[in-house]
Protein backbone atom coordinates (compact mmCIF):
# COMPACT_ATOMS: atom_id res chain seq x y z
CA UNK A 1 0.00 0.00 0.00
CA UNK A 2 2.81 2.33 0.93
CA UNK A 3 4.42 1.74 -2.03
CA UNK A 4 1.41 2.55 -4.25
CA UNK A 5 1.01 6.00 -2.40
CA UNK A 6 4.33 6.83 -3.06
CA UNK A 7 3.93 5.70 -7.14
CA UNK A 8 0.55 8.38 -6.75
CA UNK A 9 2.61 11.16 -5.40
CA UNK A 10 5.33 11.04 -8.08
CA UNK A 11 2.94 10.84 -11.06
CA UNK A 12 0.98 13.78 -9.41
CA UNK A 13 3.99 15.92 -8.55
CA UNK A 14 5.18 14.98 -12.36
CA UNK A 15 2.30 16.12 -13.65
CA UNK A 16 2.21 19.43 -11.66
CA UNK A 17 5.30 19.99 -13.01
CA UNK A 18 5.07 19.02 -16.85
CA UNK A 19 5.00 21.38 -19.44
CA UNK A 20 1.76 22.13 -21.55
CA UNK A 21 2.30 22.96 -25.04
CA UNK A 22 -0.45 24.83 -27.19
CA UNK A 23 0.18 24.67 -31.09
CA UNK A 24 -1.36 27.34 -32.43
CA UNK A 25 -1.76 26.42 -36.49
CA UNK A 26 -1.87 30.54 -38.23
CA UNK A 27 -4.90 31.19 -40.54
CA UNK A 28 -4.46 31.89 -44.68
CA UNK A 29 -2.92 35.41 -44.18
CA UNK A 30 -3.06 35.72 -40.00
CA UNK A 31 -0.07 37.86 -38.71
CA UNK A 32 0.84 37.76 -34.49
CA UNK A 33 2.42 40.47 -32.62
CA UNK A 34 3.57 40.71 -29.13
CA UNK A 35 4.46 39.17 -25.93
CA UNK A 36 8.12 41.27 -25.99
CA UNK A 37 8.50 44.96 -26.73
CA UNK A 38 12.10 44.67 -27.44
CA UNK A 39 11.16 41.64 -30.45
CA UNK A 40 8.89 44.75 -32.18
CA UNK A 41 11.92 44.26 -35.30
CA UNK A 42 10.78 40.53 -35.62
CA UNK A 43 6.80 41.49 -35.59
CA UNK A 44 4.80 40.04 -36.85
CA UNK A 45 6.04 37.01 -36.39
CA UNK A 46 6.85 35.05 -39.98
CA UNK A 47 10.04 33.68 -39.72
CA UNK A 48 11.03 30.89 -37.59
CA UNK A 49 12.28 32.42 -34.20
CA UNK A 50 13.51 30.28 -31.30
CA UNK A 51 12.14 30.05 -28.34
CA UNK A 52 11.84 33.07 -25.64
CA UNK A 53 11.09 32.34 -21.94
CA UNK A 54 8.84 35.57 -20.22
CA UNK A 55 9.99 34.41 -16.91
CA UNK A 56 13.62 34.83 -17.08
CA UNK A 57 14.02 36.92 -20.70
CA UNK A 58 13.07 40.44 -21.33
CA UNK A 59 15.76 41.83 -23.78
CA UNK A 60 16.26 44.77 -21.69
CA UNK A 61 12.46 45.81 -21.95
CA UNK A 62 8.77 45.18 -21.30
CA UNK A 63 7.18 41.56 -21.24
CA UNK A 64 3.45 40.66 -21.00
CA UNK A 65 1.83 37.20 -21.60
CA UNK A 66 0.12 37.94 -24.74
CA UNK A 67 -0.16 37.33 -28.24
CA UNK A 68 -2.68 39.28 -30.92
CA UNK A 69 -3.51 38.45 -34.40
CA UNK A 70 -4.26 40.07 -37.38
CA UNK A 71 -7.49 37.81 -37.44
CA UNK A 72 -8.90 39.07 -34.32
CA UNK A 73 -7.52 36.00 -32.36
CA UNK A 74 -5.21 36.43 -29.10
CA UNK A 75 -3.92 34.32 -26.53
CA UNK A 76 -3.36 35.59 -22.46
CA UNK A 77 -2.07 34.03 -19.61
CA UNK A 78 -1.74 35.10 -16.27
CA UNK A 79 1.73 33.73 -15.65
CA UNK A 80 4.90 33.69 -17.96
CA UNK A 81 5.27 31.19 -20.91
CA UNK A 82 7.82 29.95 -23.35
CA UNK A 83 6.74 30.73 -27.07
CA UNK A 84 8.65 30.15 -30.53
CA UNK A 85 7.64 30.37 -33.96
CA UNK A 86 7.69 27.65 -36.55
CA UNK A 87 6.56 27.30 -39.88
CA UNK A 88 3.40 26.41 -39.39
CA UNK A 89 2.34 29.08 -36.68
CA UNK A 90 3.33 29.88 -32.52
CA UNK A 91 4.20 27.15 -30.10
CA UNK A 92 3.60 28.04 -26.45
CA UNK A 93 4.85 25.88 -23.44
CA UNK A 94 3.60 26.83 -20.04
CA UNK A 95 4.43 25.21 -16.70
CA UNK A 96 1.26 26.87 -14.89
CA UNK A 97 -1.59 26.03 -17.03
CA UNK A 98 -3.08 25.32 -20.84
CA UNK A 99 -2.90 28.01 -22.56
CA UNK A 100 -5.55 28.93 -24.92
CA UNK A 101 -6.66 30.55 -28.01
CA UNK A 102 -9.11 33.06 -27.85
CA UNK A 103 -11.70 34.33 -30.71
CA UNK A 104 -12.23 37.87 -30.10
CA UNK A 105 -13.51 39.51 -34.02
CA UNK A 106 -12.03 39.79 -37.55
CA UNK A 107 -8.98 42.29 -37.09
CA UNK A 108 -5.97 43.00 -35.13
CA UNK A 109 -8.21 45.96 -33.28
CA UNK A 110 -10.53 43.62 -32.34
CA UNK A 111 -7.95 40.92 -30.83
CA UNK A 112 -6.21 43.89 -29.16
CA UNK A 113 -9.18 45.84 -27.68
CA UNK A 114 -11.11 42.29 -26.32
CA UNK A 115 -7.61 41.52 -24.56
CA UNK A 116 -7.56 44.96 -23.35
CA UNK A 117 -11.16 44.98 -21.69
CA UNK A 118 -10.33 41.12 -20.45
CA UNK A 119 -7.14 41.39 -19.03
CA UNK A 120 -5.61 44.81 -18.31
CA UNK A 121 -8.01 47.31 -18.44
CA UNK A 122 -7.14 50.81 -18.72
CA UNK A 123 -7.15 52.60 -15.70
CA UNK A 124 -8.67 56.27 -17.03
CA UNK A 125 -5.57 57.54 -14.84
CA UNK A 126 -2.27 59.30 -16.65
CA UNK A 127 1.46 60.08 -16.00
CA UNK A 128 1.73 63.70 -15.48
CA UNK A 129 0.66 65.30 -18.44
CA UNK A 130 4.28 67.24 -19.10
CA UNK A 131 5.86 63.79 -20.45
CA UNK A 132 3.54 64.43 -23.40
CA UNK A 133 3.58 67.94 -24.29
CA UNK A 134 7.65 68.86 -23.67
CA UNK A 135 11.05 67.14 -24.29
CA UNK A 136 12.88 64.73 -21.48
CA UNK A 137 16.45 65.51 -20.76
CA UNK A 138 18.59 62.43 -19.57
CA UNK A 139 21.91 63.24 -18.14
CA UNK A 140 23.36 60.01 -18.86
CA UNK A 141 25.22 59.80 -22.26
CA UNK A 142 26.67 63.43 -21.32
CA UNK A 143 27.63 62.66 -17.64
CA UNK A 144 27.27 59.12 -17.14
CA UNK A 145 28.56 58.48 -14.05
CA UNK A 146 30.17 61.35 -13.06
CA UNK A 147 26.56 62.70 -12.30
CA UNK A 148 27.56 66.40 -10.31
CA UNK A 149 26.05 68.93 -9.12
CA UNK A 150 27.41 71.71 -11.51
CA UNK A 151 27.48 69.61 -15.05
CA UNK A 152 23.61 69.03 -14.40
CA UNK A 153 22.70 72.91 -13.73
CA UNK A 154 25.35 73.72 -17.31
CA UNK A 155 23.48 71.41 -18.77
CA UNK A 156 20.14 72.51 -18.01
CA UNK A 157 21.50 76.30 -18.75
CA UNK A 158 22.26 75.00 -22.67
CA UNK A 159 19.08 73.66 -23.04
CA UNK A 160 17.82 77.28 -22.37
CA UNK A 161 20.20 79.16 -24.17
CA UNK A 162 19.88 76.48 -26.77
CA UNK A 163 16.52 77.59 -26.96
CA UNK A 164 15.12 73.99 -26.92
CA UNK A 165 11.55 73.32 -25.28
CA UNK A 166 11.69 73.02 -21.09
CA UNK A 167 10.14 69.66 -19.84
CA UNK A 168 11.72 66.92 -17.45
CA UNK A 169 14.89 66.71 -16.34
CA UNK A 170 16.30 63.06 -15.42
CA UNK A 171 19.14 63.14 -13.08
CA UNK A 172 20.63 59.66 -13.86
CA UNK A 173 22.88 56.83 -12.02
CA UNK A 174 25.25 57.08 -9.63
CA UNK A 175 23.48 60.88 -7.88
CA UNK A 176 23.73 58.95 -4.73
CA UNK A 177 26.14 58.01 -1.98
CA UNK A 178 26.10 54.27 -2.78
CA UNK A 179 22.79 51.93 -3.95
CA UNK A 180 20.13 52.03 -0.88
CA UNK A 181 21.25 55.44 -0.02
CA UNK A 182 19.05 58.55 -1.05
CA UNK A 183 21.26 61.25 0.26
CA UNK A 184 23.52 62.98 -2.52
CA UNK A 185 27.45 62.11 -3.14
CA UNK A 186 28.28 65.44 -0.72
CA UNK A 187 31.69 66.10 -2.87
CA UNK A 188 29.66 66.03 -6.12
CA UNK A 189 26.38 68.18 -5.12
CA UNK A 190 27.83 70.11 -2.22
CA UNK A 191 23.84 71.85 -2.74
CA UNK A 192 21.26 70.05 -3.96
CA UNK A 193 18.34 71.81 -2.51
CA UNK A 194 19.41 75.09 -4.37
CA UNK A 195 20.33 72.83 -7.49
CA UNK A 196 16.37 71.46 -7.59
CA UNK A 197 15.50 75.22 -7.05
CA UNK A 198 17.83 76.55 -9.25
CA UNK A 199 16.14 74.07 -12.01
CA UNK A 200 12.75 74.55 -11.33
CA UNK A 201 13.13 77.95 -11.57
CA UNK A 202 13.86 77.36 -14.90
CA UNK A 203 11.32 75.33 -15.42
CA UNK A 204 12.07 71.74 -15.62
CA UNK A 205 10.70 69.45 -13.77
CA UNK A 206 13.07 67.23 -11.62
CA UNK A 207 13.48 63.39 -11.69
CA UNK A 208 16.12 60.88 -10.14
CA UNK A 209 17.32 57.50 -11.34
CA UNK A 210 16.89 54.79 -8.38
CA UNK A 211 16.93 51.17 -8.27
CA UNK A 212 15.83 48.36 -5.95
CA UNK A 213 19.41 47.33 -4.80
CA UNK A 214 21.30 47.88 -1.67
CA UNK A 215 25.06 47.88 -1.48
CA UNK A 216 26.37 45.05 0.98
CA UNK A 217 28.38 46.31 4.25
CA UNK A 218 26.34 49.73 4.78
CA UNK A 219 24.00 50.72 6.80
CA UNK A 220 20.79 50.70 5.08
CA UNK A 221 22.03 46.97 4.31
CA UNK A 222 22.53 46.09 7.94
CA UNK A 223 18.98 47.83 8.75
CA UNK A 224 17.42 46.40 6.19
CA UNK A 225 18.79 42.77 6.57
CA UNK A 226 17.67 43.22 10.52
CA UNK A 227 14.18 44.24 8.78
CA UNK A 228 14.05 41.24 6.51
CA UNK A 229 13.27 43.59 4.05
CA UNK A 230 16.12 41.93 1.69
CA UNK A 231 15.22 38.94 -0.62
CA UNK A 232 17.17 35.56 0.63
CA UNK A 233 18.12 32.41 -0.57
CA UNK A 234 16.48 29.20 0.63
CA UNK A 235 19.19 28.73 3.01
CA UNK A 236 18.05 31.54 4.94
CA UNK A 237 20.96 33.98 3.75
CA UNK A 238 20.77 37.23 2.00
CA UNK A 239 20.62 37.14 -1.48
CA UNK A 240 23.76 39.08 -3.43
CA UNK A 241 22.25 39.53 -6.98
CA UNK A 242 24.55 39.70 -10.31
CA UNK A 243 23.30 42.65 -12.33
CA UNK A 244 25.39 45.56 -14.21
CA UNK A 245 27.04 47.38 -11.71
CA UNK A 246 27.91 44.67 -9.73
CA UNK A 247 26.63 42.14 -6.73
CA UNK A 248 23.94 43.75 -4.49
CA UNK A 249 21.25 42.34 -2.05
CA UNK A 250 17.68 43.27 -3.42
CA UNK A 251 14.53 44.83 -1.74
CA UNK A 252 11.88 42.08 -1.61
CA UNK A 253 8.75 44.05 -2.23
CA UNK A 254 6.65 41.15 -2.55
CA UNK A 255 6.35 42.41 1.33
CA UNK A 256 4.17 45.47 2.28
CA UNK A 257 6.59 46.20 4.85
CA UNK A 258 10.01 46.72 2.39
CA UNK A 259 7.37 48.40 -0.19
CA UNK A 260 5.75 50.90 2.25
CA UNK A 261 9.39 51.85 3.59
CA UNK A 262 11.32 51.66 -0.05
CA UNK A 263 8.66 54.06 -0.89
CA UNK A 264 8.58 56.58 2.02
CA UNK A 265 12.54 56.82 1.49
CA UNK A 266 11.62 58.19 -1.86
CA UNK A 267 8.52 60.29 -0.27
CA UNK A 268 10.84 61.79 2.37
CA UNK A 269 13.59 62.55 -0.80
CA UNK A 270 10.60 64.74 -2.39
CA UNK A 271 9.91 66.46 1.03
CA UNK A 272 13.60 67.31 1.48
CA UNK A 273 14.63 68.34 -1.54
CA UNK A 274 11.34 68.63 -3.53
CA UNK A 275 11.94 65.99 -6.33
CA UNK A 276 9.84 65.63 -8.94
CA UNK A 277 9.84 61.97 -9.60
CA UNK A 278 12.04 58.77 -10.19
CA UNK A 279 13.25 57.00 -13.23
CA UNK A 280 12.61 53.00 -11.79
CA UNK A 281 15.45 51.21 -13.22
CA UNK A 282 16.97 47.59 -13.14
CA UNK A 283 13.57 45.41 -12.62
CA UNK A 284 14.31 43.21 -15.27
CA UNK A 285 12.96 39.82 -14.69
CA UNK A 286 16.17 37.82 -14.99
CA UNK A 287 17.72 39.24 -11.83
CA UNK A 288 15.09 36.79 -9.98
CA UNK A 289 14.97 33.94 -11.89
CA UNK A 290 17.68 32.50 -9.61
CA UNK A 291 15.60 28.85 -8.22
CA UNK A 292 17.06 29.27 -4.91
CA UNK A 293 16.05 33.13 -4.52
CA UNK A 294 13.28 33.36 -1.66
CA UNK A 295 11.29 36.03 -0.88
CA UNK A 296 8.15 37.35 1.98
CA UNK A 297 5.46 36.31 -0.68
CA UNK A 298 6.40 32.32 -0.79
CA UNK A 299 4.58 31.39 -4.02
CA UNK A 300 6.54 34.49 -5.71
CA UNK A 301 7.83 33.91 -9.03
CA UNK A 302 10.45 36.37 -11.32
CA UNK A 303 8.09 38.57 -12.77
CA UNK A 304 6.12 38.89 -9.61
CA UNK A 305 9.27 40.71 -8.25
CA UNK A 306 9.35 42.47 -11.86
CA UNK A 307 5.73 43.51 -11.13
CA UNK A 308 6.08 44.54 -7.66
CA UNK A 309 8.91 47.30 -9.02
CA UNK A 310 6.59 48.86 -11.38
CA UNK A 311 3.56 49.12 -9.05
CA UNK A 312 6.02 51.53 -7.08
CA UNK A 313 5.78 53.71 -9.41
CA UNK A 314 1.79 54.46 -9.47
CA UNK A 315 2.76 56.53 -6.37
CA UNK A 316 4.84 59.15 -8.31
CA UNK A 317 2.95 60.79 -11.49
CA UNK A 318 6.54 61.38 -12.54
CA UNK A 319 7.74 57.94 -13.06
CA UNK A 320 9.84 56.17 -15.87
CA UNK A 321 10.31 52.12 -16.63
CA UNK A 322 12.28 50.47 -18.73
CA UNK A 323 11.95 46.71 -17.93
CA UNK A 324 7.78 45.66 -16.70
CA UNK A 325 5.83 42.93 -16.77
CA UNK A 326 2.35 43.16 -17.11
CA UNK A 327 1.01 46.70 -15.59
CA UNK A 328 -0.59 47.47 -19.53
CA UNK A 329 -3.17 50.30 -19.02
CA UNK A 330 -1.83 51.74 -15.99
CA UNK A 331 -0.19 55.76 -15.47
CA UNK A 332 3.01 54.25 -15.87
CA UNK A 333 5.82 55.47 -18.37
CA UNK A 334 7.68 53.20 -20.28
CA UNK A 335 10.90 53.90 -22.55
CA UNK A 336 12.30 51.14 -24.83
CA UNK A 337 15.67 49.76 -24.13
CA UNK A 338 18.77 51.38 -24.98
CA UNK A 339 20.00 51.00 -28.16
CA UNK A 340 23.27 51.82 -30.00
CA UNK A 341 24.46 54.83 -32.11
CA UNK A 342 23.72 52.73 -35.73
CA UNK A 343 21.10 53.10 -38.80
CA UNK A 344 20.05 49.82 -37.63
CA UNK A 345 19.00 50.95 -33.94
CA UNK A 346 16.80 53.73 -35.90
CA UNK A 347 15.06 51.63 -37.69
CA UNK A 348 14.00 49.24 -34.80
CA UNK A 349 11.98 52.21 -33.25
CA UNK A 350 8.81 52.19 -34.97
CA UNK A 351 8.14 48.55 -34.78
CA UNK A 352 9.16 48.76 -31.33
CA UNK A 353 6.66 51.62 -30.33
CA UNK A 354 3.99 49.37 -32.31
CA UNK A 355 4.93 46.25 -30.15
CA UNK A 356 4.80 48.23 -27.01
CA UNK A 357 1.50 49.59 -27.67
CA UNK A 358 0.02 46.55 -28.77
CA UNK A 359 1.39 45.30 -25.34
CA UNK A 360 -0.74 47.64 -23.46
CA UNK A 361 1.62 50.39 -23.06
CA UNK A 362 0.69 53.21 -24.52
CA UNK A 363 2.36 56.11 -22.57
CA UNK A 364 5.92 55.00 -24.15
CA UNK A 365 9.26 56.64 -24.85
CA UNK A 366 11.17 55.55 -27.95
CA UNK A 367 14.61 55.39 -25.98
CA UNK A 368 17.17 58.41 -26.19
CA UNK A 369 17.71 60.55 -29.48
CA UNK A 370 20.77 58.71 -30.79
CA UNK A 371 20.81 55.97 -28.24
CA UNK A 372 21.39 55.64 -24.93
CA UNK A 373 24.72 53.40 -25.38
CA UNK A 374 26.69 55.72 -23.91
CA UNK A 375 30.55 54.02 -25.54
CA UNK A 376 28.62 55.31 -28.66
CA UNK A 377 29.63 58.62 -27.91
CA UNK A 378 33.14 58.69 -26.37
CA UNK A 379 35.89 60.49 -27.76
CA UNK A 380 33.81 62.52 -30.84
CA UNK A 381 35.02 64.00 -33.70
CA UNK A 382 32.28 66.28 -34.44
CA UNK A 383 34.07 66.08 -37.86
CA UNK A 384 33.34 62.76 -38.45
CA UNK A 385 29.97 62.52 -36.84
CA UNK A 386 27.25 61.09 -38.70
CA UNK A 387 24.79 63.99 -37.65
CA UNK A 388 22.44 62.44 -40.18
CA UNK A 389 21.47 59.79 -37.56
CA UNK A 390 20.75 62.22 -35.08
CA UNK A 391 18.59 64.54 -36.93
CA UNK A 392 16.32 61.65 -38.56
CA UNK A 393 16.21 59.73 -34.70
CA UNK A 394 14.87 63.52 -33.35
CA UNK A 395 12.09 63.43 -36.21
CA UNK A 396 10.82 59.72 -35.24
CA UNK A 397 10.52 61.29 -31.63
CA UNK A 398 8.71 64.25 -32.51
CA UNK A 399 5.66 62.90 -33.60
CA UNK A 400 5.95 59.85 -31.13
CA UNK A 401 3.74 60.36 -27.89
CA UNK A 402 7.14 61.13 -25.61
CA UNK A 403 10.60 62.37 -27.01
CA UNK A 404 13.86 62.22 -24.81
CA UNK A 405 17.20 63.53 -25.21
CA UNK A 406 20.24 62.57 -23.91
CA UNK A 407 23.48 63.62 -25.98
CA UNK A 408 23.53 67.30 -26.04
CA UNK A 409 22.53 67.96 -29.79
CA UNK A 410 24.83 71.77 -29.41
CA UNK A 411 27.68 69.62 -28.00
CA UNK A 412 27.93 67.72 -31.70
CA UNK A 413 25.76 69.19 -34.44
CA UNK A 414 26.53 72.33 -36.62
CA UNK A 415 24.43 74.97 -36.59
CA UNK A 416 22.34 74.18 -39.33
CA UNK A 417 21.63 70.41 -38.26
CA UNK A 418 21.17 71.57 -34.47
CA UNK A 419 18.56 74.43 -36.24
CA UNK A 420 16.75 71.07 -37.53
CA UNK A 421 16.64 68.93 -34.06
CA UNK A 422 15.38 71.96 -32.39
CA UNK A 423 12.63 72.29 -35.35
CA UNK A 424 11.58 68.73 -34.27
CA UNK A 425 11.60 69.44 -30.20
CA UNK A 426 9.31 72.40 -31.30
CA UNK A 427 6.92 70.54 -33.30
CA UNK A 428 6.68 68.03 -30.53
CA UNK A 429 5.51 70.68 -28.72
CA UNK A 430 2.92 72.07 -31.72
CA UNK A 431 1.40 68.15 -31.46
CA UNK A 432 0.91 68.55 -27.71
CA UNK A 433 -3.07 69.16 -27.78
CA UNK A 434 -3.49 66.19 -30.06
CA UNK A 435 -1.15 63.88 -28.18
CA UNK A 436 -2.49 64.85 -24.81
CA UNK A 437 -5.80 63.79 -26.28
CA UNK A 438 -4.90 60.51 -27.86
CA UNK A 439 -3.29 59.47 -24.51
CA UNK A 440 -6.33 60.16 -22.33
CA UNK A 441 -8.37 58.51 -25.12
CA UNK A 442 -5.78 55.55 -24.34
CA UNK A 443 -6.67 56.22 -20.67
CA UNK A 444 -10.43 55.82 -21.32
CA UNK A 445 -10.19 52.94 -23.67
CA UNK A 446 -6.62 51.33 -23.75
CA UNK A 447 -5.96 52.00 -27.36
CA UNK A 448 -2.31 52.30 -28.14
CA UNK A 449 -1.18 56.31 -28.87
CA UNK A 450 1.45 54.63 -31.39
CA UNK A 451 -0.43 52.32 -33.58
CA UNK A 452 0.24 49.67 -36.95
CA UNK A 453 -0.92 50.59 -39.80
CA UNK A 454 -2.63 46.89 -40.01
CA UNK A 455 -4.76 48.32 -36.75
CA UNK A 456 -6.23 51.19 -38.03
CA UNK A 457 -6.41 50.07 -41.69
CA UNK A 458 -7.15 46.30 -41.75
CA UNK A 459 -7.20 44.17 -45.21
CA UNK A 460 -5.52 46.43 -46.76
CA UNK A 461 -2.07 44.50 -46.69
CA UNK A 462 -0.08 46.64 -44.39
CA UNK A 463 0.85 44.15 -41.72
CA UNK A 464 4.45 43.69 -42.55
CA UNK A 465 4.72 47.58 -42.68
CA UNK A 466 7.74 48.60 -40.43
CA UNK A 467 8.80 52.22 -41.61
CA UNK A 468 5.44 53.94 -40.95
CA UNK A 469 2.84 54.35 -38.00
CA UNK A 470 0.28 56.15 -37.30
CA UNK A 471 -0.02 58.58 -34.45
CA UNK A 472 -3.47 58.22 -32.99
CA UNK A 473 -6.14 57.93 -35.78
CA UNK A 474 -5.47 60.80 -37.70
CA UNK A 475 -2.11 61.34 -38.47
CA UNK A 476 0.49 58.92 -40.80
CA UNK A 477 4.33 59.29 -40.08
CA UNK A 478 6.74 58.27 -42.34
CA UNK A 479 9.93 59.25 -41.54
CA UNK A 480 13.62 58.52 -42.66
CA UNK A 481 14.57 55.25 -40.67
CA UNK A 482 17.98 55.12 -42.80
CA UNK A 483 20.47 57.37 -44.66
CA UNK A 484 19.25 59.03 -47.67
CA UNK A 485 17.18 61.85 -48.92
CA UNK A 486 13.96 59.95 -50.76
CA UNK A 487 11.41 57.10 -49.79
CA UNK A 488 8.48 55.00 -50.78
CA UNK A 489 5.01 56.05 -48.96
CA UNK A 490 2.14 53.45 -48.42
CA UNK A 491 -1.12 55.60 -48.19
CA UNK A 492 -4.24 53.88 -47.35
CA UNK A 493 -7.13 54.42 -48.74
CA UNK A 494 -8.43 58.05 -48.55
CA UNK A 495 -7.63 61.25 -49.07
CA UNK A 496 -4.42 62.33 -46.98
CA UNK A 497 -2.89 65.99 -47.09
CA UNK A 498 1.09 65.50 -46.26
CA UNK A 499 3.27 68.29 -44.18
CA UNK A 500 3.90 70.30 -47.13
CA UNK A 501 0.34 71.00 -47.88
CA UNK A 502 -0.57 68.68 -50.78
CA UNK A 503 -3.30 66.56 -51.03
CA UNK A 504 -2.93 62.86 -52.13
CA UNK A 505 -5.56 60.12 -52.81
CA UNK A 506 -4.41 57.36 -50.72
CA UNK A 507 -4.58 53.53 -51.57
CA UNK A 508 -1.23 53.74 -53.61
CA UNK A 509 2.28 54.06 -53.11
CA UNK A 510 4.03 56.96 -54.04
CA UNK A 511 8.33 58.22 -54.01
CA UNK A 512 8.86 61.61 -52.22
CA UNK A 513 11.52 63.58 -51.61
CA UNK A 514 12.76 64.02 -47.99
CA UNK A 515 15.75 66.62 -47.39
CA UNK A 516 16.94 66.53 -44.05
CA UNK A 517 15.08 69.40 -42.99
CA UNK A 518 11.78 67.28 -43.43
CA UNK A 519 9.34 64.90 -41.67
CA UNK A 520 7.15 63.52 -43.71
CA UNK A 521 3.16 63.10 -42.07
CA UNK A 522 0.50 63.12 -43.73
CA UNK A 523 -3.25 63.97 -41.83
CA UNK A 524 -6.23 62.02 -42.43
CA UNK A 525 -9.38 63.77 -44.53
CA UNK A 526 -12.81 63.27 -43.59
CA UNK A 527 -14.15 62.14 -46.98
Known amino acids: MRSKVVIFLLLISHFIGAQQVTEIKSLDGEYWWGGVTALGSKMPYIQPMESFDLSSQNNNNQVVPLLVSSKGRYVWSDYPFTFSVTEQGIRIDSKYEQVKVQE ?193 KSDAISVDHTRAWAEIGLHFPFNEYRACWQMGGQPLVQRLGDKDYSWDAVRLLIPEM ?61 PENLSIVREAARLHVRMASYIIRQARHAAATGEPIVRHLAYEFPDQGFETCKDQFMLGDKYLVAPMVEKGNSRVVRLPKGRWKDDLGKIHKGGKSITIDVPLNRLPYYERLCD
Open 104 to 296: AGRSLRDAYLDACRQHFAPSGQLPDTLFFTKPQYNTWIELMYNQNQADVLDYARQISKQDFPGGVVMIDDNWQKYYGNFEFKPDRFPSPKSMVEELHAMGFKVMLWVCPFVSADSPEFRELEKKKYLLRWQNGETAMIHWWNGYSACYDLTNPEARDYFISQLKKMQDVYQIDGFKFDAGDNGFYSHAELKAW
Open 354 to 414: IAAGLNGYAYACPDLIGGGQFASFLGIDPNRFDQELIIRSAQIHAMMPMMQFSVAPWRILN
